[in-house]
């Protein structure tokens, strides 16, 4: 089955901690996206890729770093100068990139201890 | 930036009634697309419209793209309670990757 996987369901971070949530897909999509989902929030573009070894900043990249060696692969990081990270976290993936439907992964929610 | 508006936040409906949900953008839209989240799940994509004044339907689902292509709406006939959830617009100004700006949402609640 095509889609995209996001790992793990739930991760907990530690004051100061940098984290890394995983996200893979087998669509052979071009474009990748890490949105934040805070309750009435909707969803915040965090950054994005649209070609491997390439990503962009989105609305919200401050304390986030990302990386696209793959073109399967996109994982976030969470670094600890991110003041407030919980949240719940979405991956999702696009044909090109052009404005196009989305494709979601199943989330991370992300928990501060 | 470019701003979507959605409305109303919340919706509470008897099973059976009708849902409607609104969306507007501060700017002229290239298409908007519509998705669906599940309690405790991801988003699915619904729809998208393209076209100035377009009307699409989806069994009981009918979506709507105003004639200014700023506006659009999601209308619910007869809801069931497998239609709870919460129901997003997405705006795309055109701009590429980082087009797309989601509205936060309208959470359906039906109560059988």
């Known amino acids: 089955d095509g889609g995209i996987t996001q790992s793990p369901k739930y991760l907990f971070r530690k004051e100061g901690q940098n984290v890394t949530l995983s996200c893979e897909q087998n669509l052979n999509h071009d474009a990748m996206y890490w949105y934040r989902q805070d309750p009435g929030q909707g969803l915040r573009l965090i950054y994005y890729s649209q070609i491997v070894n390439d990503f962009q900043k989105g609305d919200i990249a401050e304390g986030y770093s990302v990386s696209r060696e793959k073109k399967e692969s996109f994982p976030l990081t969470v670094t600890s100068a991110q003041k407030n990270p919980t949240a719940f976290y979405l991956c999702a993936s696009s044909q090109t990139g052009g404005g196009e439907k989305l494709f979601f992964g199943s989330g991370t929610q992300l928990s501060v201890l | 930036g470019q701003q979507v508006m959605q409305i109303p936040q919340y919706q509470h409906v008897q099973e059976g009634e009708d849902f409607t949900t609104y969306c507007n953008s501060s700017t002229t839209l290239s298409?908007?697309?519509?998705?669906?989240?599940?309690?405790?799940?991801?988003?699915?994509?619904?729809?998208?419209?393209?076209k100035s004044g377009e009307v699409k339907k989806q069994k009981r689902l009918t979506f709507q793209f105003g004639e200014a292509k700023k506006n659009s709406s999601l209308h619910i006939t007869a809801t069931q309670t497998t239609d709870v959830g919460t129901y997003f617009c997405a705006g795309n100004s055109g701009g590429g990757a980082d087009g797309l700006t989601f509205g936060?949402?309208?959470?359906l609640i039906i109560q059988p």
């Open chain 2, 31 to 50: 298409n908007i697309q519509w998705y669906k989240q599940r309690p405790g799940g991801h988003p699915v994509f619904l729809i998208q419209l393209v």
């Open chain 2, 104 to 107: 936060k949402g309208t959470h």
